[in-house]
């Protein structure tokens, strides 16, 4: 469906977290797919394509961050970190897209 998409902007979103199934997000990319958006991970990361150390999928993926579940009771204090390893926290995540630009 990608290749014969007229769409501005081919967006996948999934569960899974940047840098999961790599091969199989690089293999849409080259089908057309710009972006991709994932969660899982209760932190915010945005991967871009030319950071080879760990993207090898050739487009930019966000993990929102937002997460869902429990989280932990520890305030997200950076002057207080024992009890908080960046997951602390519910969040919101809010992208904007246009014709020319997301």
Same mark, same amino acid.
């Given at each position: 469906?990608?290749? =014969?998409?007229?769409?501005?902007?081919?967006?996948?979103? &999934?569960?899974? @977290? !940047?840098?999961?199934?790599?091969?199989?997000?690089k &293999?849409?990319?080259?089908?057309?797919? *710009?972006?991709?958006?994932?969660?899982?991970?209760? /932190?915010?990361?945005?991967?871009?394509? %030319? %950071?080879?150390? =760990?993207?090898?999928?050739?487009?930019? !993926?966000?993990?929102?961050?937002?997460?869902? +579940? #429990?989280?932990?009771?520890?305030? @997200? *204090? @950076? /002057?207080?970190?024992? %009890?908080?390893?960046?997951?602390?926290q519910? +969040?919101?995540? *809010?992208?904007?897209?246009? =014709? =020319?630009? #997301?």
């Open positions: 469906l990608l290749p =014969k998409s007229q769409a501005t902007w081919q967006i996948a979103v &999934t569960h899974f @977290p !940047c840098g999961h199934e790599q091969g199989f997000y &293999t849409l990319a080259n089908m057309g797919l *710009d972006l991709l958006i994932t969660g899982h991970r209760h /932190d915010q990361e945005l991967w871009f394509p %030319d %950071d080879f150390a =760990k993207n090898h999928m050739g487009i930019t !993926c966000i993990v929102t961050g937002g997460g869902g +579940g #429990i989280t932990s009771e520890a305030t @997200p *204090d @950076p /002057d207080h970190t024992e %009890d908080w390893y960046g997951e602390a519910y +969040g919101f995540y *809010d992208l904007t897209i246009s =014709k =020319k630009e #997301i």
